[in-house]
């Protein structure tokens, strides 16, 4: 690979939220399960791999988790491991194993450390890839895809790389829009229902919106409770 080519490491650290994911996907798939999202953190997390974009590449190889091709949703299988030559790819128990399988293969792609104490293999490819051949997501073209690149656009891979477009660029590119999605305040809507108590009257001391995560004393529900009742009387 030029060494004119940006490089990502696959290793790393998560640097976008499960919230985020999530509200990347939901536009293009409804009815995508936020625990995938979860699950390729806290397992990327666990084995030091970049589970944020590792989703990407999930989105790239399941169609934004719709299938449609040779896998379908219940096999769990994101990323299409097994799934050559029109065979119907592994099949794993659960997400979290499925997610696993993913990074683990991954794992075995960017180091020749060993998995994480108390780790099995569960990826069952694991031990046909070459340790540490390929760090960064650029190189997976040639190595998770074959040949990773459209070669009815490119006479080579070199040519791929230059316009950007090979199959670990198309991961990053998907990553780079999801960063730029807006990560949503988790306080939004209590300050939503705090500033509906206050249009009410029901809340006059403004006090309380800088304490929103503290509950209530008994004596400030009653005292709401008391003039929502007040309130219903006088509009009778």
């Known amino acids: ?9 696959i290793m790393g650290s998560n640097q976008v939220s499960a919230e985020q994911m999530i509200q990347f996907v939901k536009p293009v798939n409804p009815s995508f399960n936020p625990a995938i999202a979860e699950q390729f953190l806290a397992v990327g997390r666990k084995y030091g791999v970049r589970g944020d974009v590792a989703f990407c590449q999930a989105i790239l190889e399941s169609n934004w988790f719709r299938f449609g091709g040779d896998i379908r949703l219940s096999q769990n299988n994101f990323a299409g491991l097994g799934a050559t030559g029109g065979t119907s790819g592994a099949t794993f128990s659960t997400i979290e194993q499925g997610v696993t399988a993913q990074i683990q293969h991954l794992y075995a792609y960017a180091t020749k450390a060993a998995l994480p104490p108390g780790e099995k293999i569960v990826d069952p490819r694991f031990h046909l890839v070459v340790r540490g051949s390929a760090p960064n997501w650029e190189e997976l073209a040639g190595k998770w895809a074959f040949p990773g690149y459209d070669k009815t656009k490119y006479r080579n891979i070199d040519e791929a790389l230059a316009a950007n477009d090979t199959y670990g660029q198309k991961i990053i590119a998907l990553y780079n829009r999801l960063k730029g999605v807006n990560q949503v305040d988790p306080t939004a809507w209590k300050m939503e229902g705090i500033n509906w108590l206050y249009e009410q009257g029901f809340l006059t001391n403004e006090r309380w919106k800088d304490q929103i ?24």
Request: proline share 9%; aromatic share 6%.
């Open 1 to 9: 690979m030029s060494s004119s080519i940006l490089k990502n490491p």
């Open 213 to 236: 995560n503290e509950p209530l004393p008994l004596w400030a529900e009653a005292l709401i409770l008391q003039r929502m009742f007040q309130k219903l009387s006088s509009e009778r």
